[in-house]
């Protein structure tokens, strides 16, 4: 069964830097895609970022470019997001999620909430 | 910025069904993926690439494409059905996400 696990999230003041990671099991990993999407509270999904298994692509929503960074570590099947310049608009819930069929995000984790606030 | 536009909300009474439409220019050359959001809960995979069904989908949820316009369609609408819908896309270059607003469907 896959299992995607998110930790890092927290309280951070505007400007700020965050760490998420995101720990997999349950699949091969390192073959596998994967991608960032929030949620901020009462609002819709917003994709943030994708990555292929091996790094080669890496894809960044405009509002988060420049500021965050994904990356992975296959040997750890983890997958992380280093944001930096935090703002009150990043507050959201932080999912990362496996990438199959091209696009479809099929496997989720439970989510980690970031909250950018003085 | 590419944008995908969905209906805020639907309400429909048990057993009736339901169709949840999802628009945007580039749909006609990039596949469609559709998640429901029960309240406090992930997002699940419903259908990918326009049409296909993940295994443990039930049958009552379909979709399908006509130009710019895809739509999810619920037959037999149960209670457990309500929930926040998604489509998900993709830019013309195939390589940046993007998501509708979502669309909350009622069970009267």
């Known amino acids: 069964e896959v299992h995607l696990v998110e930790s890092g999230g927290g309280l951070v003041k505007p400007g700020g830097s965050l760490r998420l990671s995101c720990t997999a099991s349950g699949f091969t990993f390192s073959t596998s895609s994967m991608s960032w999407v929030r949620q901020a509270p009462g609002k819709g999904l917003e994709w943030v970022s994708s990555i292929t298994s091996t790094s080669s692509y890496i894809y960044y929503a405009d509002s988060v470019k420049g500021r965050f960074t994904i990356s992975r570590d296959n040997a750890k099947s983890s997958l992380y997001l280093q944001m930096n310049s935090l703002r009150a608009e990043d507050t959201a819930v932080y999912y990362c999620?496996?990438?199959?069929?091209?696009?479809?995000?099929?496997?989720w984790g439970q989510g980690t909430l970031v909250t950018v606030s003085s | 910025s590419y944008e995908l536009t969905q209906a805020p909300s639907v309400s429909v009474s048990p057993g009736q069904t339901a169709r949840i439409t999802c628009s945007g220019e580039a749909l006609p050359k990039q596949y469609v993926y559709w998640y429901q959001q029960k309240s406090g809960q992930a997002p699940m995979l419903l259908i990918y690439k326009d049409t296909e069904r993940p295994s443990g989908i039930p049958e009552r949820f379909s979709g399908s494409s006509s130009g710019t316009t895809v739509t999810l369609t619920i037959s037999g609408v149960q209670a457990e059905d309500e929930a926040v819908y998604h489509c998900?896309?993709?830019?013309?270059?195939?390589?940046?996400?993007?998501f509708g607003g979502g669309t909350k469907l009622t069970v009267l």
């Open positions: 999620a496996r990438v199959k069929w091209e696009l479809a995000l099929d496997s």
């Open positions: 998900q896309s993709s830019d013309s270059s195939g390589s940046y996400g993007v």
